[in-house]
């Protein structure tokens, strides 16, 4: 019976999804629409800048996600990666007076190379020790933020950070102009994150995720890639943490603490590991959750531990995680192929070819 349901239950999430890819472009469309009429409809400052953070961490969960759900790397030090990209940004907007464009830029850049830094000594590791690792980075750049007064301003933060700019115009709430910037960023991220798990690349991360000895068997670099998806993963979060600056005005080391690398988690693993559609839900449930329900901000943190607790027992993949099991997705060029393979045989395929 068990068995029986869970196949019936298959079947269903496949017919969703055969329905979604059928309609993608008018979904897509209608998505797009609303998105974009989003802030006249609320025309509201408060939840502008809700919907902004939510953004925000949108695009921390897609950065985590290409290291945990498609590497199979599991990160609690992701904080860290945030906080370089926002104290980069931050500080060259404000000691240096750079526009938010080039200093995210070097954010990224900055937070890219550390993830170099980070990657080289954890490809000896896995599993436990790895969580380890990643948790002392976490908090070694968190001290080091703290301590480093004379150009993080210690615990006094960085103060004042101005919003974005282009060609002059301030991009504030209140113009919807940051929230189109938050937008179109997300947008980005995600049509990049998109091609890189189609390309070979992405099946490469996938391979390692699940069988990282075959992977090194079938010829991928196993150490290049553990690296590259170190570098990317940490790159788009710099882009998440320079926006979420630009949006509060203010940073602190704690503003990067512990609790960030874990809400960065557990939007993973709600919404599903290995799927990028998973981040926009489990960002929109655990960032607006605790804005509707004040009364219980004491036990946030308490809330969402009882949710991973029910999560991993009784549907471990997560809101959509069942898209990460679903077949690979051939191109129709290759779809024709297998078809021609299985009428006339690969014998035959192959002198039809030639001649």
Known sequence: MGKTGNGKKQVSLHQMQTFIDKYKKILLLATGIALIALPVM???TYLLTVCVKIGSYTLLGLGLNVLTGYTGLVS????GFVAIGAYTSSLCAVKLGMNFFPA??????????????????????????????????????????????SVTNGTLGVKNIPKPSIFGMELTISNYGLYDLMLVL?????????ALVKSKTGRALQAIRADELASTMMGINVTSYKILAFVISACICAVGGA???????????????????TLILSIVILGGMGTIRGMFIGAALLI??????????????????????????????????????????????????????DQY???????????
Not at 76 to 79: F, N, R, S, Y
Not at 186 to 191: A, F, K, N, P, S
Not at 347 to 355: D, R
Request: charged share 15%; aromatic share 12%; glycine share 10%.
């Open 288 to 341: 607006a959750f605790p804005e509707v329900s004040r009364f219980l901000m004491e036990y946030r943190f308490v809330l969402y531990g009882v949710i991973l607790v029910l999560m991993m027992r009784f549907r471990p993949q997560g809101i959509l995680g069942w898209k990460s099991t679903m077949p690979y997705h051939l191109t129709k060029r290759v779809q024709k192929e297998v078809e021609a393979m």
């Open 345 to 355: 045989g690969p014998l035959n395929l192959w002198n039809e070819t030639k001649g």
């Open 186 to 194: 997300v947008v980005l991220t995600t049509l990049f994150c998109i």
């Open 42 to 44: 609320l025309d509201n």
């Open 104 to 149: 995210m830029l070097l954010g990224m850049l900055v937070s890219g190379l550390v993830g170099v830094l980070l990657g080289l000594p954890t490809l000896r590791v896995t599993g436990t020790y790895l969580s380890i690792i990643t948790l002392g980075f976490g908090e070694i750049v968190k001290m080091i933020a703290m301590n480093w007064a």
């Open 76 to 79: 609690l030090g992701h904080a």
């Open 243 to 261: 926006l979420y600056s630009s949006l509060i005005g203010y940073i602190d080391p704690n503003t990067f603490n512990f609790d960030v690398s």
